[in-house]
């Protein structure tokens, strides 16, 4: 095989045996990878995109800091941290007024603004150019077999020459996204799949404009949400709520910006700045949870396992405590033979995931409730927002879930 970044790998020869395999080179499955090379656990990365690719991708850049503690601990993306932007306050924007959330202020914490094709890139470069980590881009064909057995494997065909491959392993990590094989391969019998629709689209738009304001902007607007999220000093991530399932190409650039005008509008506010639309696409919104995220020798991680819709900005941040649980868990399975983390990792995975999607639904009724048609519901709507400022307790509960930090470490 070719060492070429692009399509295969670091190492040539292709293994029989390794104690893992892990499918998908996301934040989560990259995570788990560097915490078994560095237990000294050999495990191979299987993808099905490019190098460039995934290190390009446009996704999320909002961190946590309890994220950002866990990769620091087990020292990753530490430089790349440490230039990273702060997020310390949000406005909301209703009633034609500017209303400023400083929960920096409040708690002491803060988000950190990471896009997460950086992070891949430097995941990317810490498993495989530093760490020497087996990492195998390009692949196709990717199916697991008897992870409900004691010795699964998973076989692939490999980009160059279409030679397939199988590899025999003690563990399987699915990391591979929601339309992966890992979460097609759990067993029907053995997990369930809770799924909630919103009935609602955003349309997801990255702008060559520099940020319009300090911080992040939520627009709840009689004629739909508006999101204003700074990313770098020259461009910025906006969406709009559209119906859901809506074609792009019904937003052109003049519409765009006319509604981002009308819905992010507040007293007092300085004029948008607008720019070329780099990227255009509807994102349905929605949420599932497979439970329990593991059968048999096959663990799920990320959006594998769960998603969450962007409407809390959890997904990235879910998918690193995952990683991080099931990769501390597999390293003392297989390290010292004490399997008593990778028996809860299910159960401790979930606990958290439920207590995000909860917010993420809490955090959608206020975000579209004005724009629901409904008179009562619009009311109710901007009488929890009006708490938000009002109440001490409210502000400090709403806080603690908008950072991560409520009921966990």
């Given at each position: 095989?070719?060492?070429?970044p692009?399509?295969?790998s670091s190492?040539a020869?292709s293994?029989?045996?390794?104690?893992v395999?892990?499918i998908?080179?996301g934040p989560?499955?990259?995570?788990?990878?560097?915490?078994?090379?560095?237990?000294?656990v050999?495990?191979?990365?299987?993808?099905t995109k490019?190098?460039?690719?995934i290190?390009?991708?446009p996704?999320a850049g909002?961190?946590?800091?309890?994220?950002?503690?866990?990769?620091r601990r087990?020292?990753?993306?530490v430089?790349l941290?440490?230039?990273?932007?702060?997020?310390?306050?949000?406005?909301?924007?209703f009633?034609?007024?500017r209303?400023?959330f400083?929960?920096?202020?409040?708690?002491?914490?803060?988000?950190?603004?990471?896009?997460?094709?950086l992070?891949?890139?430097?995941?990317?470069?810490?498993?495989?150019d530093?760490?020497g980590?087996d990492?195998?881009?390009g692949?196709r064909d990717?199916?697991l077999?008897?992870?409900?057995?004691?010795?699964?494997s998973?076989?692939y065909r490999c980009?160059?020459?279409?030679?397939r491959?199988?590899?025999?392993?003690d563990?399987?990590?699915?990391c591979?996204?929601?339309?992966?094989v890992?979460?097609?391969?759990?067993?029907?019998a053995?997990?369930?799949?809770?799924?909630?629709?919103?009935?609602i689209?955003?349309?997801a738009?990255?702008?060559?404009a520099?940020?319009?304001a300090?911080?992040?902007?939520f627009?709840?607007?009689?004629?739909?949400?508006?999101?204003?999220?700074?990313?770098s000093?020259?461009?910025?991530r906006?969406?709009?709520?559209c119906?859901p399932?809506?074609d792009?190409?019904?937003?052109?650039?003049e519409?765009?910006?006319?509604?981002?005008r009308?819905?992010?509008?507040?007293?007092?506010?300085p004029?948008?700045?607008?720019?070329?639309?780099l990227?255009?696409?509807?994102?349905?919104?929605?949420?599932?949870v497979?439970?329990?995220?593991?059968?048999?020798?096959?663990?799920?991680a990320?959006?594998?396992?769960?998603l969450?819709?962007?409407?809390?900005?959890k997904?990235?941040?879910?998918?690193?405590?995952?990683?991080?649980?099931?990769?501390?868990a597999?390293?003392a399975?297989?390290?010292?033979?004490d399997d008593r983390?990778?028996?809860?990792?299910s159960?401790?995975?979930?606990?958290?995931v439920?207590?995000?999607?909860?917010f993420?639904?809490?955090?959608?009724?206020?975000?579209?409730?004005?724009a629901?048609?409904?008179?009562?519901?619009?009311?109710?709507?901007?009488?929890?927002?009006r708490?938000?400022?009002?109440s001490?307790?409210?502000a400090?509960a709403f806080?603690?879930?908008?950072?991560g930090?409520a009921g966990h470490p």
């Amino acid at each position: 095989m070719s060492p070429h970044p692009g399509a295969s790998s670091s190492r040539a020869a292709s293994p029989a045996r390794r104690p893992v395999v892990v499918i998908g080179a996301g934040p989560a499955g990259l995570t788990v990878a560097n915490i078994l090379r560095a237990a000294s656990v050999d495990c191979l990365v299987l993808e099905t995109k490019s190098r460039q690719f995934i290190e390009q991708r446009p996704r999320a850049g909002v961190l946590e800091a309890g994220a950002v503690r866990g990769l620091r601990r087990r020292g990753l993306a530490v430089r790349l941290l440490e230039g990273a932007g702060r997020h310390t306050t949000c406005e909301f924007r209703f009633d034609g007024e500017r209303h400023r959330f400083p929960y920096t202020d409040m708690t002491g914490h803060h988000h950190y603004v990471c896009p997460q094709p950086l992070l891949v890139k430097d995941l990317v470069r810490e498993y495989a150019d530093v760490r020497g980590g087996d990492i195998r881009f390009g692949v196709r064909d990717v199916t697991l077999h008897d992870t409900g057995t004691d010795h699964p494997s998973v076989s692939y065909r490999c980009a160059e020459t279409g030679e397939r491959h199988v590899v025999h392993c003690d563990f399987v990590a699915g990391c591979d996204g929601a339309r992966g094989v890992s979460r097609a391969a759990l067993a029907p019998a053995h997990a369930r799949i809770a799924r909630h629709d919103y009935g609602i689209g955003w349309l997801a738009l990255l702008a060559e404009a520099p940020a319009s304001a300090d911080c992040v902007l939520f627009g709840v607007h009689p004629r739909g949400f508006a999101g204003h999220m700074p990313r770098s000093a020259e461009v910025s991530r906006y969406y709009l709520q559209c119906p859901p399932g809506d074609d792009p190409e019904n937003w052109p650039h003049e519409r765009v910006w006319a509604e981002l005008r009308q819905r992010l509008a507040a007293a007092d506010a300085p004029p948008l700045q607008e720019g070329r639309l780099l990227e255009k696409r509807v994102l349905d919104m929605h949420d599932y949870v497979v439970e329990p995220m593991a059968s048999g020798r096959l663990f799920l991680a990320g959006d594998a396992a769960h998603l969450t819709a962007p409407i809390a900005a959890k997904g990235m941040n879910l998918a690193l405590y995952d990683a991080f649980l099931l990769g501390d868990a597999l390293a003392a399975r297989l390290t010292t033979g004490d399997d008593r983390a990778l028996s809860g990792y299910s159960a401790a995975s979930l606990r958290r995931v439920w207590d995000y999607q909860e917010f993420s639904q809490w955090l959608s009724d206020v975000y579209h409730g004005t724009a629901a048609g409904d008179p009562y519901r619009a009311g109710t709507t901007l009488a929890r927002l009006r708490r938000l400022f009002t109440s001490p307790s409210a502000a400090a509960a709403f806080a603690e879930q908008y950072l991560g930090t409520a009921g966990h470490p």
